[in-house]
């Protein structure tokens, strides 16, 4: 069945960057949208890009856009989040998610696949 597991959440200066990365499996993902989420402790789970795997289009949340880069490898079925120039409030547990078909992307609700997310934390 399908599963997400991401990857590459490091301690990082601000400033500095990070790659993670989403192994997908289980099925083939045509069709899909594939985003990443981010949770600090006692916030919400708070929407940061997400890419739709057909055709690569890219939706960013304000806070990250210019910052972070969504891409995917179709070969590898791997989803990546490029994170440069970062901030101590980007800290948080970075979690993958997907759901088949068009659906409105920075909603988490409207994904139906979890990954067990990556702690990333900037230090100042």
Avoid at 30 to 54: D, L, T
Avoid at 80 to 96: I, R
């Amino acid at each position: 069945q399908v599963q997400l597991v991401e990857s590459g959440g490091e301690l990082v200066q601000a400033g500095g960057s990070l790659r993670l990365s989403c192994a997908a499996s289980g099925r083939t993902f045509s069709g899909y949208v594939m985003g990443w989420f981010r949770q600090a402790p006692g916030k919400e789970r708070e929407f940061v890009a997400a890419i739709r795997w057909n055709g690569g289009s890219t939706y960013y949340a304000d806070s990250v856009k210019g910052r972070f880069t969504i891409s995917r490898d179709n070969a590898k079925s791997t989803v990546y989040l490029q994170m440069n120039s970062l901030k101590p409030e980007d800290t948080a547990v970075y979690y993958c998610a997907a759901r088949f078909g068009p659906i409105i992307a920075s909603v988490a609700t409207q994904y139906d696949y979890w990954g067990q997310g990556t702690q990333v934390t900037v230090s100042s």
